[in-house]
């Protein structure tokens, strides 16, 4: 049957291949449900067929192009006469769709060999509509739950190929691409990671290949438009994945970024990794609504984002906030707020607030405090641009905005007056800007608590800057910010009757029955745990000796000094002691008699019971002092061990 459906040109060669094709229905349909038959998922046997229903369907190919390519074709078992003119081509593909469709789990591997062969042997990918034709009608026939192992395969040929020509890998990428899309939900959540690894190793080959020396310009062309199909591939690989799935996508891409920035290479990588978790959280706005916030931001995400949020790179850390905004924001409120933050008119109307829920306030307690430290850290930076300052200061908000909790305002406002202290006590380039950042926090806070008198003594703080210090307010200072992220500096000192008084924040707040006892303590912040380049390590080492500390004196840890050889010697000291101790009994009961041991004993427990009874004598007299003892006294002699009365964290 293999031979007769490679037949030439002519009607009779034409009959001919029908003939063929179906009889390699009539083995599949026999073999695949006969075991006593044998098994044509054998490699050598499935490898025939599939070259001979590829050829098929390549040789008819152009001409049925435009036709339906989901290759629908009636069986050919049922009515003879009716189908007896079938096209070849279509008859290859409806039988290639009826081998796909009884594949198991483990014969999808064998199925795609041969396909990917044929492909190479031909040089099909380029143009890739043939690929993309059978890959088509591939995955509209595989089970559902087997549909990834296809596009696994897919991967692993691109594996293969990583040293191949740009224009072949664009287009075994896009083959990937549009087969994903395809590709049912329904898969493990390892397979998902291990091809999403495949892929981010694709891309740091790419880019590893573009800053090697003496690269021709066509090539680093050719390489970003493989590197630009890769991203697009990964944003259609999530579109059909559950959420809490995408997270882990985002999480095993943001952990992959590296950690000290030391070269343009590393530089190239963070920006594609981070364009491509951008991609996959753009995905996430229409299930965010009903997701909580710990299923969003895992320790494991959130610690590396919150990192990349402190980055040297002003265009890293706008990226960082831009994702940070995109998976907090569920009520679709970044939109309503960036625009105003520059214009200071900032208020709770046409806000959708989220419903308080009690997974995001323990969530907040728990983190609350670390991520509004990042917040204060990242307004600090002092080659902030303007789009650094909107989009942390829009951070800030919509945590208090998607949990709607006084604890979450009281923890702002807190960090707003450690920001007013930090521009007041310590000079710096950025300082009229976090003045303005401050009022058009309490601004919004204000509005958001509706405490009249809260509003009320941040108005007038704004009329009297309005009218004297103009800088101070967003309105003028965030304007006057240029693209270097300088801007103008009016920094003088007499600023107080121009500063919000916290303590009057505080009793407003108080008044209405909100917790306000974090407001009365300075504010203190921690330092990012993950220095981002080399230079931020080897500040840390001054610091240590900056104070005037000779690095000698410094107390390190104390090295380990149990070891193998240590407790080998342990061990054998203690044999040798207890041989001591015996020998030396041994010789006392030889020069003694046992008389004059007995007389020995007797005399210790006479001294020993003289003792007890004159312990036990003071506790019955009550001859103990009270600064010896705060303790009450106790009568042993009227006590009742039935009647001992514990304390409550005694008993269980």
Not at 87 to 97: C, G, I, S
Not at 186 to 193: F, N, R
Request: charged share 20%; with cysteine.
């Amino acid at each position: 049957y293999q031979r007769r459906v490679r037949g030439g040109q002519g009607e009779i060669s034409r009959r001919t291949r029908q003939a063929g094709l179906k009889g390699l229905q009539g083995v599949i349909v026999k073999t695949v449900t006969d075991d006593t038959m044998v098994n044509i998922w054998d490699d050598k046997y499935l490898q025939k067929i599939m070259q001979a229903l590829l050829f098929n369907i390549h040789r008819g190919f152009g001409a049925s192009e435009t036709e339906d390519h989901g290759g629908s074709c009636p069986s050919p078992w049922e009515g003879s006469e009716q189908n007896s003119d079938i096209d070849p081509n279509r008859l290859a593909r409806f039988v290639l769709k009826d081998l796909v469709s009884r594949a198991a789990y483990g014969h999808v591997k064998s199925l795609m060999k041969p396909l990917l062969h044929f492909i190479d042997n031909h040089r099909l990918w380029v143009p890739n509509t043939f690929p993309l034709h059978c890959m088509k009608l591939i995955m509209d026939s595989i089970r559902m739950q087997n549909s990834f192992i296809a596009v696994t395969q897919l991967l692993g040929h691109l594996e293969e190929h990583r040293d191949g020509a740009a224009k072949l890998r664009v287009s075994l990428v896009e083959v990937v691409s549009q087969s994903v899309t395809l590709a049912s939900a329904e898969s493990i959540t390892p397979t998902i990671l291990e091809m999403f690894g495949s892929l981010l190793r694709r891309l740091k080959e790419s880019i590893t290949t573009c800053n090697k020396q003496g690269v021709a310009v066509e090539d680093v062309r050719e390489e970003g438009e493989y590197q630009e199909a890769i991203v697009q591939s990964v944003e259609k690989f999530t579109r059909s994945l559950q959420t809490y799935t995408k997270v882990e996508v985002c999480t095993h891409i943001i952990n992959s970024i590296p950690t000290f920035i030391m070269t343009e290479e590393d530089e190239q990588i963070e920006r594609i990794y981070l364009q491509c978790i951008m991609k996959i959280t753009q995905s996430l706005n229409s299930t965010l609504d009903t997701i909580t916030l710990p299923l969003l931001f895992p320790s494991s995400f959130l610690v590396p984002l919150q990192a990349l949020a402190l980055s040297p790179s002003s265009t890293t850390r706008a990226v960082s906030q831009q994702i940070y905004h995109t998976v907090l924001d569920r009520a679709g409120n970044q939109a309503k707020l960036l625009p105003n933050v520059e214009l200071g008119e900032l208020s709770e109307e046409g806000i959708t607030f989220g419903a308080q829920k009690n997974q995001d306030v323990l969530f907040f307690k728990q983190r609350g405090q670390e991520i509004y430290f990042r917040v204060f850290e990242g307004l600090l930076k002092e080659d902030n641009n303007l789009d650094n300052y909107t989009r942390t200061f829009c951070t800030a908000l919509l945590w208090c905005i998607e949990i709607p909790s006084n604890e979450v305002l009281v923890e702002m406002v807190h960090m707003v007056f450690g920001l007013q202290d930090e521009a007041c006590s310590n000079p710096r380039s950025n300082v009229n800007i976090l003045h303005a950042l401050v009022a058009a926090f309490l601004v919004f806070a204000s509005r958001l608590s509706q405490n009249n008198a809260f509003y009320q003594h941040v108005s007038e703080v704004n009329t009297r800057r309005k009218a004297d210090k103009p800088h101070l307010l967003p309105t003028v200072a965030l304007s006057s910010i240029d693209e270097d992220g300088e801007g103008a500096e009016e920094v003088e000192n007499g600023l107080g009757p121009y500063m919000f008084d916290a303590t009057v924040v505080a009793e407003c707040l108080k008044q209405q029955g909100t917790n306000v006892e974090r407001l009365s303590d300075p504010y203190h912040y921690k330092r990012a745990a993950i220095p981002r380049t080399p230079e931020s390590i080897h500040s840390l080492k001054l610091n240590a000796t900056s104070d005037g500390i000779v690095a000698s004196e410094i107390q390190t840890c104390p090295i380990e000094e149990v070891t193998y050889d240590s407790l080998k010697q342990a061990l054998q000291n203690s044999q040798k002691l207890g041989h001591v101790v015996n020998e030396s009994k041994e010789r006392l009961l030889s020069q003694e008699s046992y008389e004059e041991c007995m007389a020995k004993s007797n005399e210790k427990r006479s001294q020993m019971m003289a003792l007890r009874q004159q312990v036990f004598g003071n506790f019955r007299n009550g001859d103990v002092s009270p600064t010896e003892s705060t303790h009450s006294l106790i009568d042993l002699d009227n006590l009742n061990n039935l009647s001992i009365e514990l304390p409550d964290m005694y008993v269980y």
